[in-house]
């Protein structure tokens, strides 16, 4: 089954620092991967996605993820940390061989942004 | 805005009682998945309709059930509820079941936050 690990559940930086959310799939065949972003008390937001058309995928808020076959890893990145970047943030695998059209979400990784 | 509506946004329930959360879909979408979060759990799939059809099951107790109606709206059922219960519930849509290309992303309603005490 597929299935993706976000390392560390929660990730504390300085605002103004690099934010670097680190996500894992298993699949045999790259699936398609997502970012997603849930603020306190509201739903799930997408950040990006990646669907093979390019390895460094560009979303909103000036995140960023690349994919990397070799390393099995979609890891979110984003060079200056605001205090507004605060929230919860889910990695999702979805498809590729062996796998389910059924979204399937990590555990989640808190973002905390000191100022 | 997503374009995925659920209600009610909020339910405080007691034990025992049966519930009913409506779920909208954003329009043409003909996927609709229900999903559970909790702290300890994470965000866990309970089902998948398809253009009225069940497609999928996930971790969905016996006590819950779901239905998608004609006009695509879907209703999550939950009844003999236990305090292990309360948690956040997710609906969120898609095109298709097999999306392929672009559009391959579900979207997320707001959640209902259901409370049994």
New interface residues.
Partial sequence: AQSVTQLGSHVSVSEGALVLLRCNYSSSVPPYLFWYVQYPNQGLQLLLKYTSAATLVKGINGFEAEFKKSETSFHLTKPSAHMSDAAEYFCAVRGGRGGSYIPTFGRGTSLIVHP | D?G?TQTPKHLITATGQRVTLRCSPRSGDLSV?W?QQSLDQ??Q?LI?YYNGEER?K?NILERFSAQQFPDLHSELNLSSLELGDSALY?C?S?AN???T??N????????T?LTVV
């Fill in positions: 997503s995925v998945y999903y994470g965000l799939f998948q999928a996930g997710f969120a898609s079941t097999r999306d290309g672009e391959t992303e579900a979207f997320f309603g707001q959640g936050r």
